[in-house]
Structure formats: structure tokens, C-alpha cells
């Protein structure tokens, strides 16, 4: 009796013993550097359970032993709040900080740049083109009607969310530029002011220059002059699918369409292009100045004129330089 009583306490301490250096095994599994040898990142598909997460962890090589996950997600009763998305690990993360990451729900935040100046088309060519957006758009937005801007984005979000963020940021801004415009401008709309920063956009890369830009042309309109800008006879030609591709010539100058603001007066039927924040504040507050005329000056830049006469001066020059450069 004694000796089976003996062997019974035995198996017991044995088993307390086995169990315990279990746990301490586990423990340090989860608690430990993981086997990750190089940044990874994981997409946990919505819907996944428990253990289809841990295989996946498994397979690109976060964690060493999926059961130890398993485990430890139960006994800590969160293998119901993990959540779906894309993660990035670094190298020898531990299954702890994995576990974690996926109940924080702490997931890569991707970004879009959109420039300024695109048309609407190109923009939703970027968004086409950009990996780990979802979903068709399936209207074409008007043109002027998003903000360019960097936006962020999880990945498997919808491409018409990010399109809605874009047109909710142009009003939000038209609104609140419109709001602290300068007096005395030659048009009554915020659609208006839109399409001439859409055309002062598209004439200058220059920042500095948006407010002088957009002064020549509101004096211009001021005086019924035509704005005569080559952007808006290049938008007439392409309708905005993309660049033209080559230079304007004499003949397109004379193209009879509403956009061509060679031959018609006033603004175009409307913008041109999605112009950027600075390109709207600088047409609703531009530069005191009685500039009626610019070209290029040869450095990325504009040569100004208030008379026809300075103006002829500058083009002259500018078409000096471009022989130079030709030879």
C-alpha cells in the first residue's frame, strides 16, 4: 500500500514538474525573440479564426510554434479580438508583441500622393494603379472637385472612400478660402475662383509665382481681356485624358472651343485641372499689381510685364534662349 501510495505521489510530483517546465517553455516561447529573420508583412484576411491566423503567422515565419499562440490567446481570452488587416513585423518579434499588435489592431497605414494639377482621369489612374486599394470607381468626378493632397489608407480599403476624402477636402477648403477672399474680384462664384486656380495651377510649378500668376489674370479679366492661356487650349485638345504630348502650335491656338481662351473671353466653362490649396488662396487673395502679361524666362520661371511692348521684350528673349538651347 505504502509503496503504491509512494508512486502515486511520485506520478503526481512528476506531472506538477512536467507541467511546470511546460509552462516555463511556453512561456518563453511567447515571451522570447521569434524566429523572424527580416521585416514581413502579413495580411490577416477578414473573417479568420484563431488558429487559420496562427498557420498564417506560421508560414511567413513570425512565430516558431502556432500552438503556444493558440494557447496563450485563449487563456488570455482574446482570440476573439483579432482583428483583420495588414502588419508589419520586424525582425525577432516576439509572439506576445504579435499577439498585441493584432488585438490593437495596429495595421500598416499606406498613402497616396496626388499632385497637383492632375486632371480627374489621371487621378483615378492613380488610384487604379495604387496596390492595396479595392473596388471599381465608377463615375468619373468633375474636374476641380479633388483636393490634391497625400491621403492614407489601410490596405483593402475601398478606392470610392479615398475619392470621397479627396472631393470632402476641395469643399471643405473652397469653403473656408472663399470665406477671407479678397474684395472686388471679377467673378461671384467659388466654382468660378475654382477654374481660374485650375488654370493658375497649371501654369506654374513655381510657388511663389501662383500669386502674381493669378494677378495678371484677374487683371486681364478686369479689363474683358482674353486670358490667352496655353493650358486651357491644351485641356480643349485632350479633354484632360492626359498631356498632349507635344507643343502647342499657331494652328491649335485657333482651335474653335469653349475651353480655348484665345478665342473666347471670360473663364472657361470650368476648371481644367484639380488645382492644390496655394493655387485657390492664391486666386481668391493675389498680388497687388498692374501685370497684364508673363512668359517663360528660361530658369523655370516667369518674365512680368504691365505693357505689350516689355511683353514682346520678354518673348523675344525667352525665344532667344530656346534657339540657343536648340543649337
Known amino acids: 500500500m505504502r509503496r503504491t501510495l509512494n508512486l502515486l505521489l511520485g506520478l503526481v510530483l512528476f506531472g506538477v514538474i512536467v507541467a511546470g517546465g511546460t509552462a516555463m517553455w511556453g512561456y518563453f516561447i511567447f515571451t522570447g525573440p521569434g524566429p523572424l529573420a527580416a521585416p514581413v508583412n502579413v495580411v490577416v484576411p477578414a473573417g479568420a479564426g484563431l488558429r487559420p491566423i496562427a498557420a498564417q503567422l506560421e508560414t511567413a515565419g513570425v512565430i516558431r510554434n502556432p500552438f503556444v499562440f493558440i494557447i496563450a490567446a485563449r487563456l488570455r481570452n482574446l482570440h476573439g479580438s483579432l482583428k483583420a488587416g495588414e502588419y508589419a513585423f520586424d525582425p525577432t518579434v516576439s509572439q506576445q508583441a504579435v499577439l498585441d499588435k493584432l488585438v490593437r489592431h495596429d495595421t500598416v497605414v499606406r498613402r497616396i500622393t496626388i499632385p497637383e494639377g492632375l486632371t480627374s482621369v489621371e487621378i483615378l489612374t492613380l488610384l487604379e494603379e495604387a496596390d492595396g486599394l479595392v473596388g471599381v470607381i465608377e463615375a468619373l468626378p468633375d474636374e476641380g472637385a479633388l483636393l490634391p493632397e497625400t491621403y492614407h489608407f489601410a490596405y483593402g480599403d475601398p478606392r470610392v ?167
Open 161 to 327: 472612400d479615398v475619392l470621397d476624402r479627396m472631393e470632402a477636402e476641395m469643399k471643405q477648403a473652397l469653403d473656408e478660402l472663399w470665406r477671407v477672399r479678397m474684395e472686388g474680384l471679377p467673378f461671384s462664384s467659388k466654382e468660378e475662383a475654382l477654374t481660374l486656380a485650375s488654370i493658375v495651377e497649371k501654369e506654374t510649378s513655381v510657388a511663389g509665382e501662383r500669386p502674381r500668376i493669378a494677378a495678371v489674370f484677374i487683371n486681364r479679366l478686369q479689363r474683358k481681356m482674353r486670358l490667352q492661356s496655353d493650358p486651357t487650349v491644351v485641356y480643349a485638345l485632350t479633354g484632360g485624358r492626359g498631356p498632349l504630348g507635344r507643343e502647342l502650335t499657331r494652328l491649335d491656338l485657333k482651335t474653335d472651343h469653349p475651353y480655348n481662351t484665345y478665342e473666347y473671353p471670360g473663364l472657361p466653362p470650368g476648371p481644367i485641372s484639380n488645382p492644390g490649396r496655394a493655387s485657390i488662396e492664391a486666386v481668391l487673395n493675389p498680388l497687388i499689381t498692374e501685370e497684364l502679361y508673363f512668359v517663360a524666362d528660361g530658369t523655370g520661371g516667369h518674365a512680368f510685364a504691365k505693357t505689350l511692348e516689355e511683353h514682346n521684350r520678354n518673348v523675344a528673349r525667352w525665344r532667344r534662349l530656346q534657339q540657343r538651347s536648340d543649337n
